[in-house]
C-alpha cells in the first residue's frame, strides 16, 4: 500500500468515525482529520507526479 493509499484509507476511518459521533464537536474533529488526511494524500500524489516529471526530463538529457 502506498503512503497515498494509507493517508485515503485514514481518511475513510475518520469519515465513518464522523458518521458515528453523537456529539457535533466530535463530528467536526473527525471531518477536519479526514479533510487533513486527504490533503496529505493529495500531496504525497503531487510530489510523486513531480518527482516522475523530473525523472523523465533528466532520461531526456
Known sequence: MTPAET???N???QREA???ASLANRREMH???AET???MAE???DTSARA???AAAKAGR
Open 43 to 45: 500531496a504525497t500524489e
Open 18 to 20: 464522523a458518521e458515528a
Open 37 to 39: 488526511w486527504d490533503a
Open 11 to 13: 481518511a475513510a476511518a
Open 52 to 54: 516522475l516529471v523530473n
Open 7 to 9: 493517508y485515503r484509507a
Open 31 to 33: 471531518v477536519r482529520a
